[in-house]
């Protein structure tokens, strides 16, 4: 099993650019989410979702969408990119809600 | 609301020595509680969980955590500290109240293990 991917590890955009940050997961795992990751903020829940074709906002849902078309991929959706948005971002999923969340390795975006 | 906290930046401690990380929350329900490692440029671990029962869970690598609803706590522990323990560590909660489906972290506690 390759677990969870995300795509692409390292982007740079300007401010305004739109992007999508990849995420799948071959374990047949009903809940994933988005994470960002920002020095002494610790991990803010982006979006989630516990099943194909629902999806629910986190803690820090603006400028950002997502959709779940399939068990597998579940990608994330920069609108219009502001520097504010420069942040390492994870990819989990689980089983379900109750266990333990399995963690890609991360894309490091940066907006200019 | 559900909420977490690590009181604590960093916590040094010398190998071989015991370790303590601290985690406590706020739940208006029942608390789903996990302990999350992360090296440095990497994505995160996980340790242990606590859902139901025994309040002494045991983990990976030999961490072990102790629930306590009275005090609404979550502490990470090991007997024995390892140079290769330094590390990142996170505590997340769970509010099982209602239709609640969100994991909400603390922000982290630094762990170095001098030699």
């Known amino acids: 099993n390759a677990g969870v991917t995300q795509t692409p590890k390292f982007q740079v955009l300007k401010t305004g650019q739109s992007m999508t940050l990849q995420c799948a997961q071959d374990?047949?795992?009903?809940?994933m989410s988005w994470y960002r990751q920002d020095p002494g903020m610790g991990l803010r829940l982006i979006h989630y979702?516990?099943?194909?074709?629902?999806?629910d906002q986190g803690e820090v849902p603006n400028g950002y969408n997502v959709s779940r078309s399939t068990t597998e991929d579940f990608p994330l959706r920069l609108l219009s990119a502001a520097p504010s948005q420069t942040s390492v971002y994870f990819c989990?999923?689980?089983?379900?809600?109750?266990?333990?969340?399995?963690f890609g390795p991360g894309t490091r975006l940066t907006v200019l | 609301a559900q909420s977490v906290a690590q009181p604590e930046d960093q916590v040094n401690v010398a190998e071989g020595n015991p370790l303590t990380v601290k985690c406590t929350y706020s739940?208006?329900?029942?608390?789903?509680l996990f302990w999350y490692v992360q090296y440095p440029n990497r994505g995160l671990q996980f340790l242990l969980k606590?859902?139901?029962?025994d309040n002494l869970v045991k983990g990976s690598y030999g961490f072990e955590a102790e629930f306590n609803k009275s005090q609404t706590s979550f502490h990470l522990k090991k007997p024995s500290a390892l140079v290769s323990d330094s590390a990142l560590y996170f505590c997340?909660?769970?509010?099982?109240?209602?239709?609640?489906?969100?994991?909400?972290w603390g922000l982290g506690t630094s762990l170095a293990v001098n030699p």
């Open positions: 739940v208006s329900g029942n608390p789903y």
């Open positions: 374990m047949n795992h009903e809940y």
């Open positions: 606590y859902i139901t029962g």
């Open positions: 979702s516990v099943g194909a074709g629902i999806t």
């Open positions: 997340a909660v769970r509010d099982n109240a209602g239709n609640n489906r969100k994991l909400i």
């Open positions: 989990a999923s689980s089983y379900s809600d109750r266990n333990e969340q399995f």
